[in-house]
């Protein structure tokens, strides 16, 4: 199995900064692409960051300038530095990665339980 362990959720005032960890461990053999999504109260999930093994990222529009994926592949860890963080932020976020457990399995999709923001005006 391939268990994913959120750390650094809690709650900020508005402007201030958030820093998510995520990482991933078991039977791990590669993992190319990492991200975070996120489900606001209410509302359906949506992707927030999306970082592939060649560090190509990709941002929400509502995300941009402020938030900064990364990653650490010796560690397999993914990160999302959230800067200028709003009340709309607020919302419960997961990290998942697409990995292979063995060089002879397909790859799959894994997520982590969710780790809360919440940001306050």
């Known amino acids: 199995q391939v268990q994913l362990v959120e750390s650094g959720g809690g709650s900020v005032q508005a402007g201030e900064s958030l820093r998510l960890s995520c990482a991933a461990s078991?039977?791990?053999?590669?993992?190319?692409?990492m991200g975070w999504y996120r489900r606001a109260p209410g509302k359906q999930r949506e992707l927030v960051a999306t970082?592939?093994?060649?560090?190509?990222?990709n941002y929400a529009n509502s995300v941009k300038g402020r938030f900064t994926i990364s990653r650490d592949n010796p560690k397999n860890t993914v990160y999302l530095q959230m800067n200028s963080l709003k009340p709309e932020d607020t919302a419960v976020y997961y990290c998942?990665?697409?990995?292979?457990?063995?060089?002879?399995?397909?790859?799959?999709?894994?997520w982590g339980q969710g780790t809360q923001v919440t940001v306050s005006s």
């Open positions: 998942t990665v697409n990995a292979k457990r063995f060089s002879f399995t397909t790859w799959a999709s894994y």
């Open positions: 078991g039977s791990i053999f590669s993992i190319n692409t």
């Open positions: 970082i592939t093994s060649q560090s190509n990222t």
